[in-house]
């Protein structure tokens, strides 16, 4: 059974939001707190050690039930079990989307084509738990007889962006082993981890869900290339593993099949760091930790799936997303962690986020005629501040905006904690309450200032303030809240996904540049440029010549 096309414009919800909206469009989020003393008990989701606080927005009790018409309307409840059933929701490239398999528990059943992957999954997770013990404990050696004190993660996506943000993320749970990323096809960017590394010493695993990807081979050759500088042919089986689907293809680069790491066709690369893909991570942190970020990540599947709309926190953001997006016109939404660890956060979301919302065709093949995927960025709070807030408080564009904080810093840290979350907490305040004429000049009165000495200065100093934000408040960055986090972005995509009548899972977008990549290398490298446009024949010549 297919998922349902309905476009959500043409709902009867959707009616009621438009009317809604007009009556509250010009209502103040200040206002909403001035009549209700209640406001912030009533707009949260208390679940674990999460504090989820949505009141800071243009939105009341009757807007949430609006859009949950809405989710309902569109089949959400039935798209959830599909999603959750291993039923083909990625219906343009006829495959199923079962990334929650991967973190289910070992006595749950879980179908796909009538057979239960759960028995295969937990073969993989015990392959990887043998080889990180294999290898933090220094009893792998490489071809010169030492132990490993290196890895490098090569891949591209999907099979780079989860594992580095989640090793960045896990600092201080790593062990001894140093870990490096080579993603970009930019023969500098790998010259430069190669320096840094010893061939004797370091294990490279190529992670690539195809096998196919231009940038993960180019480096992958290199890599090797370099490594028969010092090592022999044998050696690779020492020092090389792959995580892929095309055990043909890692075969013939030359890796041993007991070193390959299995995938499967039913994750998404953007959804794949729960999978083998995910071997960098557990190197980096040690298998348990690895392993609670997956039952952090199962717990938010389960609340996900069980969880009343009003009270499942996936579904209020995206709710409130689809809210802002198609509603008041916020074309991106900002993403500020108040840790450094989650520096790499943004990046990470900005592909689950983009490549899987980013879409302009319904599910019946037809144009959209509404706004779908928002564009995600951010950097973490307090280096933010000193960036772009000043776009955010006083520019001209509506950013709703998710606060990212934790109660406990890892190390303890008070004074420095105590500043952090001071300016977590007064950035929300000052989105919220701004600075108004009154406030402005008040200050100006007090430093002795008359009202005509600045009266032009003031329009500047004021800040209108009602500006969205979510605050997230974590009791503490550890494996299994961070994997509870990221599930519940992904599950905010999904739902987004299914209330736009988009499919989610595909990634058609990307295809079109590869193809004329492709095409554009063999010019470049037989010197014979074909027909392109004027501009682009023009920098090609000049490229070549
Ligand atoms: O960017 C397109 C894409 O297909 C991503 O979806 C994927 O994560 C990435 O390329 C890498 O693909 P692979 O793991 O097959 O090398």
Redesign the pocket.
Known sequence: MKLQHINPTETKAWQKLTSHFSEIEQQSIQDLFKNDAKRAEKFNIEWHDFYVDFSKNNWTEETIQLLIELANEVGLPDAISKYFSGEKINETEDRAVLHTALRANENDVVLFEGKNVIPEIYDTKNKIKDFTNYIISGEAKGYSGKPFTDVVNI?????DLGPAMIVEALQFYKNNLNTHFISNVDGDHVQEILKKINPETTLFVI???????QE?LTNSETVKKWFLQYATEKDIAKHFVAVSTNLKNVTNFGIAPENIFPMWDWV???F?LWSAVGLTISLAVGYDNFNQLLKGANKMDVHFANTPFENNIPVVLALLSIWHNNFFGAETEALIPYTQYLQKLAPYLQ?GIM?SNGKSIARNGKSVNYQTGTIVWGEPGTNSQHAFFQLIHQGTKLIPTDFIGFIEPLYGEKDHHNKLMSNFFAQTEALLKGKSREQVLSEFLAQGKTEAEVADLIPFKVFEGNKPTNTLLINKLTPESLGALVAMYEHKIFVQGIIWNIYSYD?WG?ELGKQLANSILNEIESGNIKNHDSSTTTLLSKFIS
């Open positions: 891949g591209i996506g999907g099979s992670v690539s869900k195809t096998f196919t990807t993960t998404g690369g953007r794949s592909q490549e990634q990307v």
